[in-house]
T-cell receptor, first 111, second 117 residues
């Protein structure tokens, strides 16, 4: 059974701080890693994906992947109240059609 | 931009009714998915399809069926709706399964919130 674990939160950070969201996965064959953001009442939307060990930056967002330790994280710099949402981690094995989703971490950025 | 369109945002049905949820994508994606999302349970895969007329069960297929007669359209059918099927239903599509490709990314529709009374 492939598992993707996330702390459900809520993670509460002040505006302007760095929010750190973590995700661990069980399948060592995982090769594709995704972070989605879901606002309350809306559907998930992609923030970024990462395939290689190390960091990948896109604006205020940085994804970090460590395959040896089987975790992937998302850092949000200069957090804004508009970043308040649930963040879903998804992991996919090579050659598979279907990603496995974590249950998500709720982030609250307070002014 | 890929668009995934779900036919109904909100539906209210009675127990025992047959329910159709329609999903259409406009980017020639091979793969289409139906999920349900409930508080505390996350996204659970009901069915997915990797080609026309091809379907595979997900984690919770009981009480559901699907139809994919055309590449762009994937329908979820509740043959006899029950109250425990009250949920948010999300359709998604993706272009492939290749590693290191943006084709892996799922694009979701806006969701269909179904209430069964």
């Amino acid at each position: 059974q492939k598992e993707v674990e996330q702390n459900s939160g809520p993670l509460s950070v002040p505006e302007g701080a760095i929010a750190s969201l973590n995700c661990t996965y069980s399948d060592r064959g995982s090769q594709s890693f995704f972070w989605y953001r879901q606002y309350s009442g809306k559907s998930p939307e992609l923030i970024m994906f990462i395939y290689s060990n190390g960091d990948k930056e896109d604006g205020r967002f940085t994804a970090q992947l460590n395959k040896a330790s089987q975790y992937v994280s998302l850092l949000i710099r200069d957090s804004q109240p508009s970043d308040s949402a649930t963040y879903l981690c998804a992991v996919k094995s090579g050659g598979s059609y279907i990603p496995t989703f974590g249950r998500g971490t709720s982030l609250i950025v307070h002014p | 931009d890929v668009k995934v369109t779900q036919s109904s945002r909100y539906l209210v049905k009675r127990t025992g009714e047959k329910v159709f949820l329609e999903c259409v994508q406009d980017m020639d994606h091979e793969n289409m998915f139906w999920y349900r999302q409930d508080p505390g349970l996350g996204l659970r895969l009901i069915y997915f399809s990797y080609d026309v007329k091809m379907k595979e069960k997900g984690d919770i297929p009981e009480g559901y069926s699907v139809s994919r007669e055309k590449k762009e359209r994937f329908s979820l059918i509740l043959e006899s709706a029950s109250t425990n099927q009250t949920s948010m239903y999300l359709c998604a599509s993706s272009g492939g399964r290749q590693v290191r490709s943006g084709a892996n990314v799922l694009t979701f529709g806006a969701g269909s919130r179904l209430t069964v009374l």
